[in-house]
């Protein structure tokens, strides 16, 4: 009698489980073909579009109140540079008694008897209790050489 080996090649393996129960892909099946095997549930579409749509809208809400921001400080710095060039032609077109220094601080009256315009290096509480002239603006001189309001208007 002779023993048989392990690993002879004329021992066929065979399969404990039927071949009507084993699927060759079991990967591919859309439901899970075991009980250890992960739930497979169909996608709610309408859900997902549904989050989609929230999170585009929620996202270009977030981008047109960026813009709306970035709008409104060129509208003021489009108004601030629009008073400086006011302010700056009002200044150019008074008279001007001395060579103003960028940089520094000077003001802007309006004579009472005639309406001209003169800027001066006196401050308005520099005048004593009665000034000669009404105050408009308190300007500083810019390097661009045009003026800077920094109290008052024109």
């Known amino acids: ?26 990967g591919l099946l859309p439901y899970a073909h075991h009980s250890g095997s ?8 309408g859900r997902i579009r549904g989050n989609a749509m929230t999170a585009m809208y929620d ?12 709008m409104e400080t060129l509208a003021k710095q489009a108004k601030s540079l629009q008073a400086r060039m006011t302010v700056s032609e009002v200044i150019y077109q008074a008279e001007i008694p001395f060579q103003p220094v ?29 000034a000669p002239f009404d105050h408009l603006a308190t300007v500083r001189l810019l390097g661009d050489h045009t003026w800077e309001v920094l109290e008052g208007g024109v």
């Open 1 to 26: 009698m002779s023993k048989k080996k392990k690993n002879e090649p004329n021992d066929a393996f065979v399969n404990p489980i039927d071949k009507d129960k084993v699927a060759e892909s079991p």
């Open 38 to 45: 992960a739930v497979i549930r169909p996608e709610d579409k």
């Open 59 to 70: 996202q270009t809400d977030r981008q047109m109140e960026q813009l709306r921001q970035q």
């Open 102 to 130: 960028i940089h520094h601080i000077y003001h802007l009256y309006q004579r009472k008897k005639d309406g001209t315009h003169l800027l001066s290096m006196v401050a308005p509480a520099e005048w004593g209790r009665r």
